[in-house]
């Protein structure tokens, strides 16, 4: 018998479908007319006519969508991906929801759940951008479960519009497959809907698979919708590789005769990059240039004192008189255009020397010899290495590139910057105008960062620079935490967030000794800015009080503050800079301060928490309650009660113990101004009788009042009777959303003997 004509096959697919829809229906009249299914599961006949509904669904999709609710409520979770997820329509008419479906996805197919699981607003849009991920890099093969698979549609075409954050690894796996003809539509589908690219512990790469990202990066941010691209964990970054990610990310696109026509670029109609005004700027075959970076750089250091001045000057002539023995002696004969340093610097520092006794204002580049001391040594003994050769070949030029559309977020975690990758940033960084956010996180720049100021500084020229938060952090600067704030605020008056962190002070390369007191007076004032947040990480050394207290002062309109370790000579110090916190920074909000001795600071605690602009007040191992216990925790509750304003108040590791804590429960009574929502104590050194006592004490005061808010109790003594502490914990729920967890508190050993 003949085969049955397309026509033919539809209809007969349509009429056992129908068929099936129809028994379905009297399967659900027999069970009476209830909506939801009995949570035993529906009867076997409709298992068998969902099944048949569903492997029909290209001829009976539109039918489907208009069944009654209990019925659709079956027949969705026997869907495969791409026809549940075109169901969601039609299912949210209906009132019904796709969530737990899609739970039940996950935990089939990925077995694992997410990070923050709890926080997952849409199961559909996780499932399907993770599907998308995994695919792409071929990490799941979609043929493995029924429910994945589907002739009538493609994989990574589908779950594209889901696509917002993308993540790239090892050695540019699937990166290939994107860019063929075959997947164009799932790439247009990406350039929509993606936001974040990122690179994670990528590996060295083929000459075909760097090709295929230049265009994927092309279309997906030139032509697309990227705004931040983030490179992570890249321990030996391969050259070529890296710059072409941070050229790409800039704007810059150079044609490749292997790259063919790209239709949009037309319509785009590119600029030329660089800006005539700029300096030609070529990554191969040469090195690049540096004089006006080194320029730009000195100057930023110009501010030094007069004492540093003459250090480097005396430093920089022995240098230079060696070095002049050693080239002119025989055997090693030099050339001037042989020389890594700009033919400027041999006149610059016989210049510094004749002026040095008018000081240090009279020549702006006095300082420039110190600065780029070791970056000179460095320098040549790589070029007479040959490390300066570029890992990847010839790097190609930026002076003929075209300029389109570039990221407004750049983020570099653990990726070591080489002398060359740091210029070539630097000089990106100079009309990167659309860059509204630059993290730098452990890229070991020691005295590149030089470099990247000057960057920073001439980008901060431009009228349209956007760039409004800037985060760094290393584990080693030539420059201190409060310097480094100093110069960023003067160079970037315009900055919203600024963030440093340094780990440690580096002796060998910084530029002046350590513990020099002149620190304390040789800043210039700043400007006053436009800072709305400033987080400062410090190492473990005291710090300048009066340089933060310039920071402060100079930034009015600051909202949020964080000090980690900060540690200074005295208390009297400490006492100042928070003085200048209620006198200068009429609207700061949020404060947090950790791991710092505020122990003889208490005063000014009190002061702190009259502020009536304060919401958020975070003082996390501080040893506030090291001294003088019971005359201040008295005070302190008082203060609590009349604030009216202040929502968080987080005091972890502060040693409050029992007492400390019974006490606190004053601040929810119902004589209380208190408007607190959210009280952290955790690491506190609180016994279960002291939480149970806590309590009833919140009971008895105010049994009416309902929710306080969220109570954070981790790693406390709880587990020294775990049905006492079950019991409070079960109490305090009654008015609080309680988090804690099952903690050993033998670890704790020196702060129960402290409490005893």
């Given at each position: 018998m003949a085969a049955p004509r397309p026509?033919?096959?539809?209809?007969?697919?349509?009429?056992?479908?129908?068929?099936?829809?129809?028994?379905?229906?009297?399967?659900?009249?027999?069970?009476?007319?209830?909506?939801?299914?009995?949570?035993?599961?529906?009867?076997?006949?409709?298992?068998?006519?969902?099944?048949?509904?569903?492997?029909?669904?290209?001829?009976?999709?539109?039918?489907?969508?208009?069944?009654?609710?209990?019925?659709?409520q079956g027949i969705l979770p026997l869907l495969n991906i791409y026809y549940l997820e075109r169901a969601e329509q039609a299912a949210q008419k209906k009132g019904l929801s796709t969530q737990t479906i899609w739970i039940q996805l996950w935990d089939d197919v990925m077995r694992t759940r997410p990070p923050r699981s709890e926080s997952v607003a849409c199961w559909r849009a996780k499932f399907l951008e993770t599907f998308f991920c995994h695919v792409l890099r071929g990490t799941l093969d979609p043929t493995c479960d029924c429910r994945l698979q589907d002739s009538r549609f493609s994989p990574l075409q589908h779950s594209a519009p889901y696509v917002s954050q993308l993540t790239i690894c090892n050695a540019l796996q699937g990166v290939g497959e994107l860019v063929a003809e075959a997947q164009r539509e799932a790439l247009e589908i990406l350039a929509r809907s993606l936001h974040t690219l990122k690179f994670r512990h990528l590996l060295f790469s083929d000459g075909t698979a760097q090709q295929a990202l230049r265009r994927l990066l092309h279309r997906l941010i030139h032509h697309g919708a990227v705004q931040q691209v983030s490179m992570y964990s890249w321990p030996v970054p391969e050259t070529a590789l890296f710059i072409l990610i941070l050229t790409m990310s800039a704007g810059l696109w150079q044609p490749a005769p292997c790259d063919g026509p790209c239709s949009l670029c037309r319509a785009d109609s590119p600029e030329q990059a660089p800006a005539p005004d700029e300096p030609a700027f070529l990554l191969a075959p040469g090195r690049p240039r540096r004089d006006t970076a080194e320029?730009?750089?000195?100057?930023?250091?110009?501010?030094?004192?007069?004492?540093?001045?003459?250090?480097?000057?005396?430093?920089?002539?022995?240098?230079?008189?060696?070095?002049?023995?050693?080239?002119?002696?025989?055997?090693?004969?030099?050339?001037?255009?042989?020389?890594?340093?700009?033919?400027?610097?041999?006149?610059?520092?016989?210049?510094?020397?004749?002026?040095?006794?008018?000081?240090?204002?009279?020549?702006?580049?006095?300082?420039?010899?110190?600065?780029?001391?070791?970056?000179?040594?460095?320098?040549?003994?790589?070029?007479?290495?040959?490390?300066?050769?570029?890992?990847?070949?010839?790097?190609p030029s930026l002076d003929s590139a075209q300029r389109f559309r570039s990221i407004s977020s750049l983020e570099l975690f653990t990726i070591p910057l080489s002398t060359e990758s740091t210029l070539v940033l630097c000089h990106l960084l100079r009309s990167w105008v659309s860059l509204e956010k630059l993290t730098l996180s452990y890229n070991g720049l020691g005295s590149n960062i030089f470099y990247l100021l000057e960057g920073l500084q001439a980008l901060s020229a431009q009228a349209s620079c956007c760039l409004r938060s800037f985060h760094f952090t290393d584990l080693f600067s030539p420059l201190s935490?409060?310097?480094?704030?100093?110069?960023?605020?003067?160079?970037?008056?315009?900055?919203?967030?600024?963030?440093?962190?340094i780990d440690h002070l580096s002796p060998e390369d910084s530029p002046r000794a350590a513990g020099n007191s002149s620190t304390e007076t040789g800043h210039e004032d700043i400007p006053e800015n436009c800072l709305k947040q400033l987080e400062l990480g410090f190492p473990r050394r005291p710090q300048a009080s009066k340089c933060l207290c310039q920071v402060l002062e100079a930034s009015p309109a600051l909202q949020q503050l964080a000090l980690d370790s900060a540690t200074f000579t005295s208390p009297r110090e400490l006492g100042l800079v928070l003085q200048t916190l209620r006198e200068c920074n009429p609207a700061l909000q949020k404060l947090s301060f950790h791991d710092m001795n505020l122990a003889d600071c208490q005063k000014e605690v009190l002061l702190l928490l009259q502020d009536p602009s304060l919401r958020e007040l975070t003082l996390s191992f501080c040893?506030?309650?090291?001294?003088?216990?019971?005359?201040?925790?008295p005070k302190l509750v008082t203060a609590m009660k009349s604030n009216s304003t202040l929502k968080?108040?987080?005091?972890?590791?502060?040693?409050?113990?029992?007492?400390?804590?019974?006490?606190?429960?004053?601040?929810?009574?119902?004589?209380?101004?208190?408007?607190?929502?959210?009280?952290?104590?955790?690491?506190?050194?609180?016994?279960?009788?002291?939480?149970?006592?806590?309590?009833?004490?919140?009971?008895?005061?105010?049994?009416?009042?309902?929710?306080?808010?969220?109570?954070?109790?981790?790693?406390?003594?709880?587990?020294?009777?775990?049905?006492?502490?079950?019991?409070?914990?079960?109490?305090?729920?009654?008015?609080?959303?309680?988090?804690?967890?099952?903690?050993?508190?033998?670890?704790?050993?020196?702060?129960?003997?402290?409490?005893?």
């Open positions: 026509r033919d096959a539809s209809a007969s697919l349509a009429l056992r479908g129908s068929r099936a829809a129809v028994a379905m229906e009297a399967a659900c009249g027999e069970r009476s007319s209830a909506v939801v299914l009995e949570p035993s599961g529906p009867p076997e006949l409709f298992v068998l006519c969902g099944r048949a509904v569903s492997a029909h669904m290209g001829v009976l999709e539109s039918g489907v969508w208009g069944l009654p609710a209990p019925i659709l320029r730009s750089a000195a100057a930023l250091m110009a501010t030094r004192w007069e004492t540093e001045a003459r250090e480097a000057q005396e430093q920089a002539m022995l240098v230079q008189e060696s070095r002049t023995l050693g080239e002119t002696g025989p055997g090693s004969p030099r050339t001037p255009a042989s020389s890594p340093l700009p033919p400027q610097a041999a006149p610059r520092r016989k210049s510094s020397c004749s002026h040095s006794c008018q000081g240090p204002s009279t020549e702006p580049d006095d300082l420039y010899d110190f600065v780029f001391l070791i970056a000179s040594e460095k320098e040549e003994q790589e070029e007479s290495s040959g490390a300066w050769a570029p890992s990847g070949g010839d790097l935490v409060l310097e480094l704030a100093h110069t960023t605020l003067r160079v970037l008056p315009r900055l919203h967030t600024l963030a440093i962190r040893r506030l309650l090291e001294k003088r216990r019971t005359h201040f925790l968080s108040f987080r005091v972890p590791g502060n040693r409050l113990g029992s007492s400390g804590l019974v006490a606190l429960a004053e601040i929810f009574s119902s004589d209380s101004s208190s408007s607190l929502c959210q009280l952290d104590i955790s690491s506190n050194c609180i016994k279960p009788d002291g939480l149970l006592e806590f309590a009833k004490q919140l009971e008895q005061s105010h049994p009416n009042r309902g929710t306080f808010g969220h109570l954070s109790l981790f790693q406390n003594w709880l587990d020294q009777d775990p049905g006492m502490a079950e019991e409070a914990i079960g109490r305090l729920r009654a008015t609080f959303s309680v988090v804690s967890d099952t903690w050993d508190s033998s670890q704790a050993f020196a702060d129960y003997v402290s409490m005893m």
